[in-house]
């Protein structure tokens, strides 16, 4: 095994991995469901994963649902989790303000409603939820009223996304003691059917050249994601899975912060695009390269119940 990656899992490797791990962290959308659906098998391989004393955490980049709200999807897709297993960037933004930004103020907010819960779970205010339509001429809108105890713009999945906001965040930004923070840089929603919309990477790359400033991302690639998961629970890194079907963010994740990585063909990324990664002798692109693939992670089952 030592050297090779990449490598198709299956049979007696399946359950020498599985052996080697104490931990499995998934991503979710392409890797236990697709849209409304679950990938068929997975409520039982995290079911089973659960029985053999592994410890099972879900990861994702998206910024819509608070922990509770994914709780709820997965029990109506017939998964069992619980709060604590799950690491959204809704959640996981509203941590970092709090314990390592150490925020005293308020936030300027380009989210979402669940954005909106979760940062007051952890006592922050937001400002900006919601539609905020233009007004005016060009020099109110460089002089838009400003609440003065704003010390952090975040930006997230926002369908209200409009100039005003743009606009609103820049003027925030330029007062330099204001934080700049962004949930993720995923640049599309994909979809079924091969259809894709614009996601938040989208949104923040406007803000970032309104502002001319960069923002800390939470979201996978950055390690803070797997960070949020270590430091609540006690997870070793050399014996923890990071499961994904995206190179550019899961296995990257994953490789940024030593973990094992398996790529499962069930969402975005392909086989021949992780070879690619692999043969271009580019070493930023090697963190794309997972350890493992498989067509789907139902084929995890013969390991775990044989
Ligand atoms: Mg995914």
């Known amino acids: 095994m030592a050297g090779s990656k990449c490598v198709r899992l299956s049979g007696e490797l399946a359950k020498q991995l599985l052996a080697s791990v104490d931990s499995v962290l998934f991503d979710c959308d392409g890797v236990i469901w697709r849209g ?5 098998g997975a409520p039982r391989v995290i079911e089973l994963l659960k ?4 410890k099972v955490f879900f990861v994702t980049n998206n910024s819509t649902k608070t922990r509770k709200m994914y709780v709820d999807k997965m029990s109506t897709l017939g998964f069992n989790a619980s709060e604590d297993e799950v690491f959204g960037t809704a959640y996981c933004s509203a941590i970092y303000l709090k314990t390592v930004c150490k925020l005293q103020g308020k936030v300027y907010l380009i989210g979402s409603n669940a954005m909106k819960q979760e940062l007051e779970a952890v006592g922050i205010q937001q400002t900006g939820l919601g539609p905020d339509h233009i007004f005016g001429k060009q020099t109110d809108w460089a002089n838009v009223p400003l609440e003065p105890d704003v010390k952090a713009v975040l ?13 609103r965040a820049l003027q925030y930004l330029t007062r330099m003691d204001c934080l700049f923070v962004g949930t993720n840089r995923d ?9 894709a919309v614009p996601g938040t990477g989208c949104l923040l790359q406007a803000v970032e050249t309104a502002a001319q400033r ?3 991302t939470v979201g996978k690639p950055s390690r ?10 006690h997870v070793e890194p050399g014996r923890c899975l990071m499961v994904g079907d995206r190179l550019d963010t899961d296995i990257m994740l994953g490789s940024n912060c030593g973990l094992k990585t398996l790529l499962t063909l069930t969402g975005v990324s392909t086989v021949a695009e992780a070879e690619a990664n692999q043969k271009s002798g580019c070493s ?3 963190g794309m390269v997972p350890d493992y693939y498989v067509e789907s992670i139902a084929d995890l089952l013969p390991a775990l119940q044989g």
Do not use: W
């Open 155 to 167: 930006v997230g999945f926002d369908e209200h996304f409009s100039y005003m906001k743009l606009n």
């Open 214 to 216: 960069q923002a800390a």
């Open 284 to 286: 930023e692109r090697q």
């Open 36 to 40: 409304d659906q679950a990938i068929p």
């Open 51 to 54: 029985e053999h004393g592994k």
């Open 224 to 233: 803070f994601m797997f960070d949020c998961v270590a430091s609540k629970f």
């Open 187 to 195: 640049t599309r929603l994909p979809l079924e059917g091969g259809t």
